[in-house]
């Protein structure tokens, strides 16, 4: 583990693991999306809306496992102080945003139809949407106060705190009567017929695994921030000494 | 050699930033979870009916009833826009009323969420009707098979 720790070992894992990740994820996706979204049967009661189920269900599972890649990171980069760790969880949060924002728009899209409203102030409901917001605090944090393209500690902190939204978010329609239906898959249990259960578990490896592209092209992205700007500021210091030098 | 020398003292400080990390987790997640304790009736979304019957609204007051529709409750007044039905949780039961649209999903044996008040004589009167689904997810061809085969099906999706 700590040897991945080291950014150049990292990069030599991560530049050919990128693109495997997107052309796998990519065609899981297209397979389970188009089974999901064309063949797959109607529902008993919700009818053709079913198929929202294979991105909504995704999109919040990717929503949280974005905040937990967080947290890890922030616990690592607090312990170990390793400017990767950091990066990681940077590198997370906008795509884990995107995911929650997919999640919030089509629950809303389903919704309608099935419940008859677009938006109630229901436990499970208000907890995804304060997750959005604090993926939003998150990314103005870490933006306002990286240096050098390595977060703060302040946004750490704020990545550890904010973890404790995650298991309220699984468990308010267990805790509290909710508009929400219960998980339908429990530790090998399912209440989903097999025709949506498959499709939807390839969906959600589909999307990890492009989630995962994700994050590992922007973790290379904001390294090569990082050196591009320590290569500018010792450029800079040394034509500073030079012309120094000079007006001696 | 001299790395052995140095690296005692950084361990040290690495150990107790872990050990800080690890006890305000603990301390995090216990303030968690007594708010959520404390939350545990007022963040519902609706009361069920045996809430209901054993310490009533006062009559009036805007509530959420939620519950499923008993079977066989459902009737549909002459002007075919007013229903009644009753809204159960097992243990106790509720009247309802409500003029108007009902949900898609909206159906005898099916969840409901009805927001309303308490009438004087024990009736709730819906304004808006809410449907909830299950977690189960059944194709809609279990439909057309006979009532074992489907009993059948469903069992062998939700064992």
Redesign the interface.
């Known amino acids: 583990m700590h040897g991945f720790a080291n950014p150049k070992r990292f990069l030599t894992i991560a530049r050919p693991l990128t693109p495997a990740l997107l052309v796998l994820g990519s065609l899981l996706l297209c397979a389970s999306l188009t089974y999901g979204l064309f063949v797959a049967?109607?529902?008993?009661?919700?009818?053709e809306t079913?198929r929202i189920?294979f991105v909504h269900v995704p999109a919040a599972w990717l929503g949280m496992a974005g905040w937990s890649v967080i947290a890890m990171a922030s616990?690592a980069e607090?312990?170990?102080r390793h400017p990767l760790a950091a990066i990681a969880g940077r590198a997370a949060a906008v795509p884990g945003a995107l995911f929650t924002a997919i999640c919030l728009a089509t629950g809303s899209l389903w919704g309608r139809?099935?419940?008859?409203?677009w938006w109630?102030w229901?436990?499970r409901l208000t907890s995804m949407l304060v997750l959005l917001f604090l993926y939003f605090g998150y990314i103005a944090l870490a933006g306002a106060t990286a240096r050098e393209g390595v977060s703060s500690r302040i946004s750490a902190i704020f990545g550890?705190?904010g973890v404790?939204n995650v298991?309220?978010i699984h468990?308010?329609v267990l805790?509290?009567?909710?508009?929400h239906?219960?998980?339908?898959l429990s530790m090998g249990k399912?209440?989903?017929?097999?025709?949506?259960?498959w499709p939807l578990l390839a969906a959600t490896l589909g999307f990890s695994l492009i989630f995962s592209a994700v994050v590992l092209m922007r973790m290379r992205a904001l390294l090569a921030d990082a050196q591009a700007e320590a290569r500018l500021r010792r450029k800079a210091l040394d034509s500073d000494r030079g012309s120094a030098q000079g007006d001696w | 050699m001299s790395e052995e020398a140095t690296s005692h003292p950084l361990k040290k400080a690495k150990h107790q930033r872990l050990a800080l990390v690890v006890v305000a987790v603990i301390v995090l997640v216990a303030a968690a979870l007594i708010a959520t304790w404390a939350l545990r009736n007022q963040a519902s979304f609706f009361y069920v009916p045996s809430e209901i019957v054993s310490d009533p609204p006062p009559a009036g007051q805007a509530v959420r009833l939620g519950g499923m529709v008993e079977a066989g409750s459902l009737v549909t007044k002459p002007d075919g826009v007013t229903i009644d039905f009753v809204v159960g949780d097992g243990d106790a039961r509720v009247p309802v009323e409500y003029k108007g649209i009902v949900p898609d999903l909206f159906q005898e044996g099916s969840g409901v969420v009805a927001e309303g008040r308490m009438l004087a004589n024990g009736t709730f009167r819906a304004d808006t009707l809410l449907a909830k689904h299950d977690e189960n997810y059944i194709p809609r061809e279990l439909q057309d098979m006979t009532a074992a085969q489907k009993q059948a099906a469903i069992e062998e999706t939700t064992k």
């Open positions: 049967p109607a529902e008993r009661l919700q009818g079913v189920l616990i607090i312990v170990w139809p099935a419940w008859g409203t109630e229901d436990g550890i705190v404790i298991p309220v468990y308010s805790w509290w009567y909710s508009i239906q219960p998980p339908s399912s209440a989903m017929a097999p025709e949506f259960l």
